[in-house]
């Protein structure tokens, strides 16, 4: 008899403890997860948000997702993925969780480091204790280096000491991917097969022999090692 009733009670624990779970689980919330890439040079999303579709220079590796997961419940579990993962490496560095009162809130930073140029989706994952789950998704083009440009050369009569000194200016020169942080390192300034000097200045004075037609070509380097298409001008001084 005893051992009946102590199975009785078990069972109607076991009920109790089974509704009151499917109960909280009915007021359980979503988590709330959110990602940014204000680390980044030359991104769009300095601002938590829950997608992101950005673009990123291969030579500034790695690229950084910050994100912030938060939810009502203990026991948060994150989980972060790319496609395509071929040649391409997923760090995930989560920081310790901090509970405050009710709360765990969640703070990390995933590094990507692309080994080439492609497109890729980064698909992150919160999952609370009742197994609802949320999601943060970035889409990153990851190109390669932009090589820098000289729209067009400028050459200008300055006789400041001679009658045939000239000014030469490339300052119309720019770097394609400035805004992810490429930069012009050098100029290159030909005259014929004469005259070949490497210099940070876009502008330079020059003094030709005397009259006649000169070719005159100029190209830039950034700060990735390439070279712009060569300018070249041919000149005549009278």
Request: some cysteine.
């Amino acid at each position: 008899m005893k051992k009946i009733l102590i199975l009785t009670s078990l069972f109607t624990v076991i009920i109790a403890c089974d509704k009151r779970v499917d109960f909280f689980k009915e007021l359980n919330k979503k988590p709330e997860l959110l990602i940014n890439s204000k680390d980044n040079m030359g991104t769009n999303h300095p601002s938590f948000t829950d997608n992101i579709v950005d673009s990123f220079k291969l030579s500034q590796s790695p690229y950084m997702l910050n994100l912030t997961a938060t939810d009502d419940n203990k026991g948060l579990f994150l989980n972060a993925f790319v496609s395509p993962s071929t040649g391409s490496n997923l760090i995930f560095n989560q920081s310790q969780p901090i509970i405050n009162g009710d709360k765990e809130d969640i703070n990390g930073v995933i590094y990507f480091t692309p080994s080439q140029a492609n497109t890729y989706v980064i698909n992150i994952e919160a999952t609370d204790i009742f197994e609802e789950t949320s999601t943060a998704q970035a889409k990153i083009v990851v190109f390669n280096n932009l090589p820098p440009i000289i729209p067009y050369l400028a050459i200008t009569s300055d006789p400041n000491l001679n009658q045939y000194e000239y000014k030469f200016n490339a300052s119309s020169a720019f770097d394609q991917d400035a805004k992810y942080g490429g930069a012009i390192i050098k100029y290159n300034w030909m005259v014929d097969n004469n005259y070949n000097v490497e210099t940070e200045f876009n502008i330079i004075q020059y003094i030709f022999p005397g009259p006649g037609t000169y070719q005159v070509r100029v190209r830039c380097q950034d700060n990735d090692g390439d070279w712009s298409p060569l300018v070249t001008v041919l000149y005549s001084v009278l």
